[in-house]
């Protein structure tokens, strides 16, 4: 297992891990159509592809297959945290969240934020992060429900 800097000739892949992590949750936990608006982003949302080009990312492979990552954009905000779907529960999520962490706090910032899914934010919570708030979006008029989230160092 690697653990390297995000390029941009990983965009592609990371659209392609995204949509996978996506599309292999639980139908307990979001719905077919949920799941359809959300990983459309990877295409659909310029900001998406604005969060790969600017944003501080990590990603980690294994035998040349990319199968988690990780990016930060704008600077003190944790942006992206995406496994492959045989990959999830593995640590790999873990490993990238202690990297940009340990990278934040490098760089002098007094916290980190984000915007968990109801899948992430238990992996956050096991890190010392804490919810500011429950909050609901709306993504291709499907409504999500996530955690807003800072993490103080």
Known sequence: MNLKQITQKDQLDLKKIYFDSIISIDQKIYTSE???AWASQAWDNKYFN???KEGKGWL???REKIIAFASRYPNNRISLLYCRGDSQRKGYGTKLL????KEA???GLPCLTTEASLISYK???KNSWKIIRKEKIIIKNIT?????????F
């Open 34 to 36: 949920q799941k359809r």
């Open 144 to 152: 999500f429900e996530r955690y807003k989230m800072i993490k103080n």
């Open 105 to 107: 706090i490098k760089e």
């Open 50 to 52: 604005l969060t790969l």
């Open 123 to 125: 992996l956050f919570l």
């Open 98 to 101: 202690k990297k940009i962490e």
């Open 60 to 62: 980690i492979n294994e």
